[in-house]
Structures are given as C-alpha cells and as structure tokens.
C-alpha cells in the first residue's frame, strides 16, 4: 500500500476516486467482484469509493447488460433501457418488475408490471 501522505502528494481525493472508479468500469463481465476487492486493497482508505459505490455499479451492471435469474425462471438482463426506476428494471417475459441489487448484483423481489410497458419508453 502507498502511504496516504504520499498519495495525497500525488492525487487529490476526488481524483482518486474517479481513477478507482474507473478501474472498477473497466472490469471485466463476471470480474467486477474481483477487481473492487483489488481497488480496495490499493486504496490509503477503502471507504474512499463507498459513496460512488451504488451509482458505478449501477453503471457497470447497466452498461455489461448483467445476466440475473428471473423469480419467473428466465434470464433476464439487466439494462439501462430495462430500467423503469433506481433500482427496478422491467422483466417483460414474466410480466413483472424486478427489484435488484447493483452492489450484491441480485434480484431482491418483484412486483407486478403496471402500466410500465403502456408509457412509450
């Protein structure tokens, strides 16, 4: 680890955070885990990246179209043109909405399709 005196020398805090976020978008589909850990343990502080944590996995998860396991026992992807609210995203084979989780990258529930498929978006 580098010290964060140096560190600071080096990088402000924000810039910091913006080159740990990058790494973690850069991760390879199926290796996000792997490479946070990996970001965690270069970093002088791992709680640097907890606050941009949830919106770079949502990006990640979004822009990687991440596989997850329907509760109506499909596939479903999770996108940015499936979203319908933070966090929810449209299962149409299944008719409902999935609740899912960008940090622990599963679905927590789901709730009824209503009206979501009707508004043109």
């Known amino acids: 680890k ?3 005196n140096r560190i600071e020398k080096m990088a402000t805090t924000a810039e910091i955070v913006d080159i740990a976020n990058s790494f973690i978008l850069s991760s390879p589909p199926g290796e996000l885990g792997e490479v946070v850990t990996d970001v965690r343990a270069l970093l002088p502080d791992e709680k640097l990246i907890n606050a941009s944590a949830p919106r770079t996995f949502r ?11 329907s509760p109506k026992g499909h596939k479903v992807l999770i996108t940015k043109y499936g979203e319908v609210a933070d966090g929810e995203f449209l299962d149409p084979r299944g008719g409902v909405v999935l609740q899912f989780d960008h940090i622990k990258q599963q679905v927590n529930g789901s709730r009824p399709i209503s009206g979501e498929l009707d508004s043109g978006s």
């Open 59 to 69: 990006e990640y998860n979004t822009e990687q179209f991440v596989v997850v396991d």
């Open 2 to 4: 580098i010290s964060p």
